[in-house]
C-alpha cells in the first residue's frame, strides 16, 4: 500500500458546511436513517462509505492558495479508451440498439494522470480551485485517506435529495456548449431517462406519489449547457436509505435504459472501474432527515494504489442513442473534461474576488 498523505485530517465539505471530527466509518446504508450527519460515497461498481462526522458549521470553500495543489502536467493524461476504441464502442451500442436489447447506453472513460507530489496532494484545495473554475450546484468534498476515499466534485448533476419522506432526482441528459448544439436526440434522451427514473422511484415511493416537476429545462454551466428534468416522490411506509439506493442505484441518467441492458453492454465495452465517477457522492443528515447527494460526474479522485504511483483520475463519458454520430459523442466527452482537467493541471485562469488572477 502507498504512504498516505501527512496531516491530513479526515473531512467533508458540502453546500457550504464543512464537516469534521470523524466518529464512524462504515457500509451500511441503514445507519443513514439513524443520527448524526454523514458524508457518502458509493462508487459505481457498488462500494458503499458513509462517515459520520461530529462537528459541522458553516465555512465556504476558501480561496485557492497558491501553490497548494500541484496538478499533473496537461499532457500527462491518458484515457481508459481512446479515440478509436470510444468510436467502435459507440457503433457498437447503435448495434445493440438495432437489435432491439437496449434504447439508450452512457459510453465512458476514466482518464487518469500521475501526481507529482502525492504525498501533499490534497483534494481540498483541489476543491478551492474548482470553486473559482467551474462552479457547480453539487460541489463537494470528501477527504478520507485512510479509507480509500478522497473526492473533489464538481457535479451539476442532483442524484437524489431528501426532505422528511419526499425525495427527488434531477437526471440531466443532453449536452452542448450553447442551447442550440441540441438536438432533437438530446430531448429523446432525456425523456427515456425520465422514464426510467420514475420507474426506479415508483419501486419506493408511494402508489400515486411520483411527479415529474420538471422536463427538459435548458440549464446553463461553465463552458456548456444541459437538459433538466425533474421527478420526485414520497417514499412509502418502511422504506429507508436502503431501499432507496437500492430501487435507484447506480443513477439512470449514467447507466441507460432498460437499465440492466445497459449495465451488461456497459460492463463488456469499458476497460476499468467507474469507480467514484457516475456513483453518489454528498451528505445525510439524519437528524434532520434531509440529504442531497449528486451524480459522481465532473468529478477527480486520487488512486493511491494504482500501478506506478498514485493518480488522480477524472470521468467523462455520453449517452449513446440509435441517432448517436460516433465522432460527435466523442467530442462530448472532450468537451465535458477540457475545463475540468484544465483547472486540475493549473492551467484555467480563473479570476479572484479581488480582479487578480488565479491559476
Known sequence: MHDLPHDLPPLARFGGLLATDLRDVTSDASALDSTGFWAVAADFEGRLVCARFGDVRPDPVPPPVPGAWSGPGADQWSSSLDRAAYVTGVRRIREHIAAGEVYQANLCRVMSAPLPDPDSADVDALTSLLARGNPAPYAGTIRLPAHGVEIATAS????????????????????????????????????????????DLGRVCATGSVTVPALCEVEEHPGLVHLVSRVGGELAD?????????????????????KSSALRIIEALETVPRGPYCGGIGWVDADRRTAGLAVGIRTFWIDREAPGGPRLCFGTGAGITWGSDPDREWAETELKAARLLAVASGTHETHDLSGGTVR
Open 156 to 199: 451539476p448533476e442532483l442524484f437524489l435529495s431528501r426532505s422528511g419522506r419526499y425525495v427527488e432526482s434531477g437526471p440531466i441528459k443532453g449536452t452542448g456548449r450553447t442551447v442550440g448544439d441540441l438536438l432533437p436526440k438530446d430531448h429523446a434522451e432525456n425523456v427515456m431517462i425520465v422514464d426510467l427514473v420514475r420507474n
Open 238 to 258: 418502511g422504506a429507508g436509505w436502503p431501499e432507496l439506493l437500492a430501487a435507484t442505484f447506480p443513477p439512470g441518467s449514467v447507466t441507460g435504459a432498460p
